[in-house]
């Protein structure tokens, strides 16, 4: 092949590479970043309290103000949040801006009955009791892709902190790089068309 010839025939090659490994790794989903909910910027009784884009709101009983109970409720020197049983409290309800999310894990910091019942509900339908002190790890069958968390206390009080989740990736979003690839190959394309066209002139 003469060298005039293999010059555009690599400049093709070369274009062509780019755009599919930008194609490729566009359309790759990146691994999930954990985020976590600390109450470290809360205190008091907010209606609703937000924290890296995940919202904890109080629904209100008849009789009650509903409000979530933020501040350091175990003695640990860290804020938190505490659920009520029937007058003030529960049930909460998390949400993550409106879109789907992954529920990886909490801690369970105090409780004041050991009794304590009280339910985490998915919007999967997916139930976990937490009904002793520690991390509660939520297995991602059932916990994934969720748009709710309800939080139910039905007896005494029960304190959490550390609301660890995900934002569940609904479709790749391209990266700068990714574009910068994507762009590159592009031109070269364009590139390589143009001066085929030039020479056929």
């Known amino acids: 092949m003469k060298t005039k010839h293999l010059l555009p025939t690599l400049g093709l090659w070369t274009a062509t590479a780019?755009?599919?490994?930008?194609?490729l790794i566009g359309g790759v989903p990146r691994p999930a970043h954990a985020l976590m909910m600390t109450f470290d910027a809360g205190s008091g009784t907010p209606d609703s309290y937000t924290e890296d884009g995940m919202t904890v709101a109080g629904h209100y009983y008849p009789n009650g103000d509903g409000h979530v109970r933020l501040g350091d409720n175990n003695g640990d020197g860290s804020p938190d949040l505490k659920n009520l049983s029937g007058c003030c409290a529960s049930p909460y309800e998390f949400t993550f801006d409106g879109a789907p999310f992954d529920l990886v894990s909490f801690d369970v910091v105090k409780i004041s009955d050991l009794g304590a019942a009280n339910t985490f509900t998915a919007s999967s339908g997916a139930v976990?009791?937490?009904?002793?002190?520690?991390?509660?790890?939520?297995?991602?069958v059932d916990w994934s892709g969720i748009t709710s968390v309800a939080w139910e206390q039905s007896l005494g009080k029960v304190t959490i902190d550390n609301f660890v989740f995900n934002a569940s990736p609904t479709s790749p979003t391209p990266e700068p790089s990714t574009l910068a690839l994507l762009g590159t190959g592009l031109a070269g394309l364009l590139a390589y068309g143009w001066r085929r066209r030039m020479q056929g002139n």
Request: aromatic residues 10%; charged residues 0%.
């Open 18 to 23: 780019t755009l599919a490994m930008g194609l």
């Open 128 to 140: 976990v009791s937490a009904t002793s002190l520690g991390t509660f790890f939520l297995p991602s």
